[in-house]
């Protein structure tokens, strides 16, 4: 364990070294991607089967939702606007993306993008919105004032998620149906280059300060490390079935990564590249995204229709029971008496076959 991850300890005082899941909260059907408003202290969750974005109070006793607001048919990414306060809803089956007030949830307007847009990607300083047009291969640019559609750049067939660099004024469009990551200039909409992934990718998140971008190939259970200065594909992470949703702790070098086949999230170290534990969930978690103010992570599960509250997800789980010292082993030669005349057999008998043992308890 690294020391900035170790909390001070007094003298007569005993702290949990583990990572705690502290609530699963019902939100509505479906639920996908999620946004903290720390200026508000709320997690905006989107309900892809409710057709719905659901506000949730981050710090007060109140479990119930803040406010529920109806946009188009399968939202499935959301984006906060901080400067403005407001939500971006892409609607996949309505070809629209929705935009909501994040305080009252009143909506504000409601935009025709391209076919299916499934993912959504945002630049604060550019002030604008991009959304993943799937059907259509394209991504459509938004004004995040003026609230209209400024261009379109040239994509790939699957175009979904959409990571920005900030930094560096760039887009990056996971294309789900060619193995492909699409890099844009942000400002200008002119497309730059063409990245060869691992089929089936469905998320992807940068980190500026490490000069990576991190892309989840959910047909292939592993996440794929590329330089954002150079484009090069530097390594691949292997992680538990069908990832399709992460985000990143730059402060504790960790990447949080949502297995929806397997109900966990694999936690990395971003540093080295290694899998340090994962953390148990929900049904068929979607996405998640950090609380700044708390550290805690929030987990979307699809399967389960709720929003898992996971404190210092940055640390490992309780110790677990010792295992057997058997366990995982050659199977040790035995023999019993069969039950047709009390015939001794061996296990040597089945060396090298399958064979099933059934122990049955009768009373």
């Known amino acids: ?37 720390p200026d508000r202290r709320r997690v905006h969750v989107a309900c892809s089967r409710s057709n719905a974005v659901v506000a949730l109070d981050l710090d007060g006793d109140r479990t119930g939702p803040v406010w529920r607001a109806e946009v188009g ?31 009252t ?19 604060p300083g550019l002030r604008r919105v991009y959304s993943g047009d799937t059907a259509d291969g394209t991504v459509t640019a938004i004004d995040a004032d003026r609230l209209e559609v400024v261009g379109t750049v040239p994509a790939e067939l699957g175009a979904g998620s959409i ?14 149906m060619t193995g492909s990551v699409t ?16 089929e089936g990718p469905c998320k992807a998140v940068v980190h500026p300060a490490a000069g990576h ?4 190939s959910s047909l292939h259970g592993t996440v794929t490390r590329i330089s954002l200065g150079t484009g090069a594909v530097l390594d691949e992470m292997a992680v538990e079935r069908a990832p399709v949703g992460m985000c990143v702790d730059a402060a504790r070098e960790r990447l949080y990564v949502c297995n929806r086949g397997a109900g966990t999230v694999s936690v990395l170290n971003t540093a080295t590249g290694r899998e340090t534990h994962r953390i148990t969930v929900g049904n068929a978690p ?20 709720t929003l898992s509250f996971v404190d210092r997800p940055w640390l490992p789980g309780p110790a677990q029971p010792a295992v057997h010292p058997l366990v995982g082993r050659p199977l040790p030669a035995f023999e019993l008496p069969d039950l047709r005349g009390g015939r001794i057999r061996t296990s040597r008998e089945w060396a090298e076959r399958k064979y099933v043992i059934n122990f049955f308890a009768s009373w």
């Open 1 to 37: 364990m690294e020391d900035r991850d170790r909390p001070e300890q007094g003298p007569a005082c005993s702290v949990d070294l583990s990572h705690r899941v502290r609530a699963h909260r019902p939100v509505g059907k479906g639920p996908e991607a999620v946004v903290v408003d």
């Open 73 to 103: 048919r399968e939202p499935i990414p959301i984006v906060l606007d901080r400067p403005t306060g407001r939500i971006f809803s892409a609607d996949a089956r309505s070809d629209t993306v929705t935009v909501l007030d994040a305080a």
């Open 105 to 123: 949830g009143d909506r504000l307007a409601q935009l025709p993008v391209g076919a299916y847009p499934a993912g959504l990607g945002h630049h």
């Open 163 to 176: 990571a920005v660099d900030t930094e560096r004024d760039r887009g990056y469009c996971a294309n789900f």
């Open 183 to 198: 890099v844009f200039d942000a400002a200008s909409l002119r497309p730059l280059e063409r990245i060869a992934v691992r």
């Open 213 to 216: 971008l991190y892309v989840a």
């Open 286 to 305: 979607g996405d998640c995204a950090l609380d700044p103010v708390s550290g805690a992570l929030l987990v979307s599960n699809a399967g389960s229709g």
